[in-house]
């Protein structure tokens, strides 16, 4: 082989393994960049579910004025799970997700059987616990 053959094969073999590495690169730098947009998203709403809670606190302390409010802010407390469960496969989430869901239900059960001041610490722990897991 000559030197020239030698000296564009060595460029090729250069210029292939440049192309590979920049292709790896920029393919684990998009997966990194959808890892962290899910996670703001996680966040984003794990804090609007936080305020969902602290509406639906005032609204239980106010049921006696106006008590669709509490069916309200339940609902939109729903509403932000499913973003989450819908924008997420990290087992923990989903977890802290179910737990919100499941004290989400019982204060609702509670409300529609007359009870106008259920208990909302298991909602607040819950929502506690997916705001922790959703941190990144």
Do not use: F, Y
Request: hydrophobic content about 35%.
């Amino acid at each position: 082989m000559s030197k020239a053959a030698s000296r564009h094969r060595g460029r090729r073999i250069t210029i292939a393994a440049a192309t590979a590495a920049v292709a790896l690169t920029v393919g684990l730098t998009t997966t990194g960049c959808d890892a962290v947009n899910k996670a703001l998203d996680c966040v984003q709403t794990a804090d609007a579910i936080a305020d969902s809670v602290t509406d639906l606190q005032q609204a239980v302390e106010n049921a006696a004025n106006d008590p669709t409010q509490t069916q309200e802010s339940l609902t939109s407390i729903e509403k932000n799970l499913d973003k989450i469960g819908d924008t997420t496969d990290n087992t923990d989430v989903n977890k802290a997700v179910d737990d919100l869901r499941a004290a989400v239900t019982n204060v609702r059960t509670a409300v529609e059987n007359g009870d106008n001041t259920p208990d909302l610490s298991p909602v607040t722990d819950a929502a506690g616990e997916l705001t922790k897991v959703c941190t990144p």
